[in-house]
């Protein structure tokens, strides 16, 4: 009878496994034909694509062989002085090319920001159409190959399996910028909308493909989605209101001339897109946490479940809030070093195009992730309480009594006041003491309960 209980927690299981399967295909197959529909709809015909305008400028590889430094000229009044390592001739030994093998004496850059240059190090090389050589910048095809493998291997040393998943997610996210997102705004197609289906085209492959699918998957899938179209909506407002069109420096104002695109759609899908991996983060921690909480406690409902999960998410935005802040700040350093010098009043350093863009930015994207946490802890609430009185009504065994006792094979029958027989009793009506005595040693289970009930 022992196997009775294995057989109904596989059935349980079963059921689980189908009901999950039913609950994410309700959810995936819906949006996924829609993104899939728009993929094909706005995805780049290639026709800003053709052949490179010839420069007349050939990139090639090479090494320092040695690096002979000299005195620098003087710099000019009021100019800063020169870096006494920049100053002096590199012997650079090219590595391919036509004169590949071959040693040239090159002058090392200098004025400010030039690189330092040593023997061994790797170098980029520019050769003009005259066959003139000049010092560009350092190779680092090699170190980054190497951040990236150990960056794989860290990744795949401590998540296993879902590591790898990880990995293949984040090489989809680069897929979809590169080959949709990027060539469809260079396109001319709508920025705001083309990263909206970017971001929902990278949001159900990577969830599902690193976190698996779940029930919990697809409550952070839908939080994802819903927390998206609140931080696109209010961006929008916001930079209706302040009266920001995403021209703040030389790149915008270029591409906003010579290919004509939308420079306010662009900031809007930049504000998107941007949102999209931290609300990843939120989304599936809430999800996960009320998951977690409902299966710990089975006596929660919905209200001590979204307090449970609201509180950790509280405390997880909290931290998240200052990580953007810092991150937007580490990012935007240099340019208030320069406001800083310039002794501007802090008013107007705030109201400038790129402090208020960057503003917009962080308010926007913060906005979306506090409403991220409600929006994803009920609705993960509500599929955890569904799936438990699934479980209650018909996923629990029928009892099946066994041939004497009425009880489980493996389980010890629990004797109340109802369960006592007439002949426990003595003439007074009082149950007799011997009830209590364990079975005697040695003997089985099940003829211990026969011969108490026999009177014996």
């Known amino acids: 009878m022992g196997a009775n209980h294995a057989h109904g927690t596989a059935v349980s299981r079963s059921r689980a496994s189908r009901r999950t399967v039913v609950a994410g295909v309700a959810v995936l197959v819906p949006l996924a034909i829609i993104t899939l529909a728009a993929l094909v709809w706005l995805w780049p015909e290639g026709t800003t694509e053709g052949p490179a305008p010839e420069s007349g400028v050939e990139r090639l590889t090479g090494t320092v062989t040695s690096v002979t430094l000299t005195r620098c000229p003087a710099a000019p009044e009021g100019a800063p002085e020169p870096d006494p390592a920049t100053c002096g001739k590199a012997v650079v030994k090219l590595t391919e090319g036509r004169d590949s093998g071959r040693n040239v004496e090159l002058r090392l850059p200098s004025g400010p920001g030039a690189q330092h240059f040593a023997p061994g190090d790797d170098v980029i090389l520019l050769r003009d159409a005259d066959g003139a050589y000049q010092l560009s910048d350092h190779d680092r095809s090699m170190p980054l190959w190497l951040f990236g493998g150990a960056f794989a291997l860290a990744v795949i040393a401590f998540g296993r399996w879902r590591g790898v998943t990880a990995l293949a997610g984040l090489a989809v996210t680069f897929v979809l910028l590169l080959t949709f997102v990027i060539p469809g705004i260079l396109e001319g197609r709508p920025p705001m909308l083309v990263a909206i289906v970017g971001s929902a085209a990278i949001m159900l492959t990577v969830l599902y493909l690193t976190h698996g699918f779940s029930l919990s998957t697809s409550v952070a899938v839908l939080g994802t989605l819903a927390s998206l ?5 209010l961006s929008y407002a916001a930079l209706g209101l302040a009266g920001l069109n995403g021209v703040t420096d030389d790149s915008a104002l270029t591409l906003g001339m010579s290919l004509s695109i939308d420079t306010q759609g662009l900031l809007l899908a930049g504000i998107i897109i941007g949102s999209l991996g931290v609300l990843d983060d939120v989304t599936v921690t809430q999800a996960v946490t009320v998951a977690e909480l409902a299966r710990a406690n089975p006596s929660y409902g919905f209200a001590r479940l979204y307090r449970a999960a609201g509180r950790i998410g509280r405390a997880h935005i909290a931290s998240v809030i200052n990580t953007i802040i810092l991150a937007y700040a580490g990012a935007s350093l240099p340019l208030l070093l320069l406001f ?6 802090l008013g107007q350093v705030l109201t400038t195009p790129v402090i208020a863009q960057e503003i917009v930015r ?15 802890t009920a609705l993960a609430a509500l599929a955890a309480l569904r799936d438990r009185d699934h479980d209650r009504d018909h996923d629990r065994p029928d009892p099946e009594p066994d041939d004497v006792g009425g009880f489980w094979d493996d389980e010890p029958p629990r004797r109340g006041r109802g369960d006592r027989s007439p002949a426990d009793r003595e003439p007074g009506g009082f149950f007799t003491p011997r009830e209590a005595e364990p079975p005697r040693r040695g003997e089985p ?9 026999a009177g014996a």
């Open 229 to 233: 179209t609140v931080t696109g909506l």
């Open 445 to 453: 289970q099940r003829a211990a309960r026969h011969r108490r009930r």
């Open 362 to 376: 962080s308010v926007a994207g913060t906005l979306g992730l506090i409403a991220a946490v409600p929006i994803t």
């Open 340 to 345: 800083s010098i310039g002794a501007q009043p």
